[in-house]
């Protein structure tokens, strides 16, 4: 096989479906791989055998370009191209045979028991004071309180200050300041 080469670019980046599963994936593959190489990396992504694997190459517009069957040759030999569909079929195998949650065995823990864990998120969170475990200083929560009043004053007085079709600029963290013009002075309903 050293005898060949690819002359087109080496990596070709194609996307992968199976009937295994309803979904698919982007893949980025050589070119000079042989078929069966590109098999066994299949494995991986479609959870199919590669001696129980048949590939279908098909275009961007989901024409069936050839069916890849001789695992000697290089994939490359084959009209693959950016943005082709590769379509991995394993009669073995059912669609969404690994998508059906309700086959799995789920662990369950009571609550009473999961308090009691010392190895838990909870357990971590209850003893760096983290999340709803914070502690809460009265004084704090009061300052806070405070501070976000003020903020209300400021832009009600800033908002009385303004009228519809005045001119703006509005800035939001991390995107460029936006001009424009005053179409509504109130409070958002959500």
């Given at each position: 096989?050293?005898?060949?080469?690819?002359?087109?670019?080496?990596?070709?980046?194609?996307?992968?479906?199976?009937?295994?599963?309803?979904?698919?994936?982007?893949?980025?593959?050589?070119?000079?791989?042989?078929?069966?190489?590109?098999?066994?990396?299949?494995?991986?992504?479609?959870?199919?055998?590669?001696?129980?694997?048949?590939?279908?190459?098909?275009?961007?517009?989901?024409?069936?370009?050839?069916?890849?069957?001789?695992?000697?040759?290089?994939?490359?030999?084959?009209?693959?191209?950016?943005?082709?569909?590769?379509?991995?079929?394993?009669?073995?195998?059912?669609?969404?045979?690994?998508?059906?949650?309700?086959?799995?065995?789920?662990?369950?823990?009571?609550?009473?028991?999961?308090?009691?864990?010392?190895?838990?998120?909870r357990a971590f969170k209850e003893r760096n004071k983290m999340g709803r475990f914070a502690?809460?200083?009265?004084?704090?929560?009061?300052?806070?309180?405070?501070?976000?009043?003020?903020?209300?004053?400021?832009?009600?007085?800033?908002?009385?200050?303004?009228?519809?079709?005045?001119?703006?600029?509005?800035?939001?963290?991390?995107?460029?300041?936006?001009?424009?013009?005053?179409?509504?002075?109130g409070k958002e309903n959500n």
């Amino acid at each position: 096989m050293s005898e060949f080469s690819v002359i087109t670019q080496s990596i070709v980046t194609i996307n992968v479906t199976s009937s295994a599963n309803s979904f698919g994936t982007e893949r980025r593959f050589q070119k000079d791989l042989s078929v069966a190489d590109l098999k066994n990396k299949l494995e991986l992504l479609t959870g199919s055998q590669s001696a129980n694997m048949k590939l279908e190459l098909y275009s961007k517009d989901n024409k069936l370009l050839s069916k890849i069957d001789n695992d000697e040759v290089m994939f490359g030999s084959y009209p693959v191209d950016d943005g082709c569909r590769l379509h991995v079929v394993d009669s073995t195998i059912k669609l969404g045979e690994f998508e059906d949650l309700s086959k799995v065995e789920k662990f369950e823990m009571k609550e009473d028991d999961y308090a009691k864990r010392t190895d838990s998120v909870r357990a971590f969170k209850e003893r760096n004071k983290m999340g709803r475990f914070a502690e809460t200083d009265p004084e704090e929560l009061k300052r806070k309180e405070e501070e976000k009043k003020e903020k209300e004053l400021q832009q009600k007085t800033k908002a009385e200050a303004m009228k519809v079709g005045d001119r703006c600029e509005v800035k939001v963290v991390g995107q460029p300041a936006k001009r424009g013009t005053v179409k509504y002075i109130g409070k958002e309903n959500n």
